[in-house]
C-alpha cells in the first residue's frame, strides 16, 4: 500500500491544521493506521492510532484534548485534527499503516508501511 500524507503548513500558536493520508493499492479497511511525528534531533513519536472500523482511538497524552485522528474507509482516507497546536507540535508528521493486532499500535517497528511526511510548523 502507499500512502501520501497531505495538509502541513505555518500556523501560530493555537491554531488549527488537518492532516489528511490518502492511501492506494491494499485494502484500507484492514490497516490500523497511525500519526507519528518527528522534531529535529529528536526520535520518532507515536501521535495517534485508529482501529480499523475506527471504533478505538488512542493518542499519546500530550495531544489527547487537542488532537482527533478519523479515518473514511470508502475514501481510503486518514485524518488527524489538530487543535490548540503548540511550538512544541513543531515537527515532520508521518502517516503509518500496519497490519497486525492493536496491541502495538503506539510502536513505529510494528507498522508495516509509511507515508513521506508533511511538515507542521507552529510559529508565532
Known amino acids: 500500500v502507499q500512502l501520501q500524507a497531505s495538509g502541513g503548513g505555518l500556523v501560530q500558536p493555537g491554531g488549527s491544521l488537518r492532516l489528511a493520508c490518502a492511501a492506494s493499492?491494499?485494502?484500507?479497511?484492514?490497516?490500523?493506521m497511525g500519526w507519528f511525528r518527528q522534531a529535529p534531533g529528536k526520535e520518532r513519536e507515536f501521535v495517534a492510532a485508529?482501529?480499523?472500523?475506527?471504533?478505538?482511538?488512542y493518542y499519546v497524552e500530550s495531544v489527547e484534548d487537542r488532537f482527533t485522528i478519523s479515518r473514511d474507509n470508502a475514501a481510503y482516507t486518514v485524518y488527524l485534527q489538530m487543535n490548540g497546536l503548540k511550538p512544541e507540535d513543531t515537527a515532520v508528521y508521518y502517516c503509518?499503516?500496519?497490519?497486525?493486532?492493536?496491541?502495538?499500535?503506539?510502536?513505529?517497528?510494528?507498522?508495516?508501511?509509511w507515508g513521506q511526511g508533511t511538515q507542521v510548523t507552529v510559529s508565532s
Open positions: 485508529i482501529s480499523r472500523g475506527a471504533a478505538r482511538a
Open positions: 503509518a499503516a500496519k497490519v497486525s493486532d492493536w496491541t502495538s499500535r503506539a510502536t513505529a517497528t510494528w507498522y508495516d508501511y
Open positions: 493499492g491494499g485494502t484500507f479497511k484492514s490497516y490500523y
